[in-house]
């Protein structure tokens, strides 16, 4: 199969992302929803502090999230506390997205996120 180059200017050039302005938007609005949410745990604000009995409670998953996580667990080995990681962020992307449940793609990014830490790309 011919795969044709892609122009340098293509490369190149400033793609139509999001705007920093509504990007803070965003987080302004999940800082509040994680507000709310833990108004009645002392001095607990955010999904990073969920224990995990709070962690079965807040993020739960259906059955195509939990085959996707366990995919997950198996193909990059990771621990339970790899686990926990992946639902509090997918907690956290959920609620960037003003999505009242994890879904798959809010697994799915942070799995690639947890991907992309164990395989050290920093360096």
């Known amino acids: ?12 050039g400033v793609g139509k992302g999001e705007p920093s302005s509504a990007i803070r938007e965003r987080v ?13 745990v002392p001095g607990m ?3 990073a502090q969920m224990s995990s009995k709070q962690l079965r409670e807040i993020c739960v ?4 999230g939990e085959a996707l996580l366990k995919r997950a667990m198996e193909r990059l080995n990771l621990s339970a506390r790899a686990y926990d990681r992946i ?14 449940d994890i879904k798959a793609e ?14 050290g790309w920093a360096g």
């Open 28 to 40: 302004i609005k999940a800082r509040e929803i994680q507000t709310q949410r833990y108004k009645d």
């Open 61 to 64: 998953i259906n059955q195509a």
């Open 87 to 100: 639902l509090k962020v997918s907690r956290t992307i959920a609620d960037l997205a003003a999505a009242p």
């Open 106 to 119: 809010h697994l799915a990014e942070a799995i690639q996120y947890r991907s992309l830490d164990r395989e």
């Open 1 to 12: 199969m011919e795969v044709t180059p892609v122009a340098f200017s293509e490369l190149s």
């Open 45 to 47: 604000y955010a999904n």
